[in-house]
């Protein structure tokens, strides 16, 4: 299965035998389609419970990478504990993170 490369997806969770819905919501969220959040949503809740644990580990590990899509991943699978990350990426976040630059007036 290939995933794409910024995100911290460990190789034996790639390489293990997965579900279909296990294997598509891996695609969906770290993979390289471009999908609606709907559909992003609908893979997450097709989780069986062990298979949502898993998801929100790796949401939490993909964090740092700061999309929207990641994210909104915590939501998505119900993830409180992923709360205080949140806080602190909210409390550190500049406006300008993503080397954009300010329109000049």
Not at 36 to 55: I, K, M, Q, Y
Not at 60 to 79: Q, V, Y
Not at 80 to 100: I, K, S, W
Request: glycine share 6%; charged share 25%.
């Amino acid at each position: 299965m290939w995933l794409n490369d910024i995100y911290d997806v460990p190789r034996e969770v790639v390489d293990g035998p997965h579900s279909p819905a296990f294997r598509q919501f891996l695609l969906n969220w770290f993979g390289s389609n471009r999908v609606s959040f709907n559909e992003r949503l609908r893979t997450a809740n097709d989780l069986t419970p062990e298979e949502a644990a898993v998801g929100r580990e790796l949401i939490r590990r993909n964090l740092k990478c700061n999309h929207s899509h990641i994210i909104s991943g915590t939501w998505a699978l119900g993830d409180l504990e992923a709360v205080p990350l949140l806080g602190r990426m909210f409390d550190n976040h500049t406006p300008f993170d993503c080397n954009l630059k300010a329109a000049s007036p």
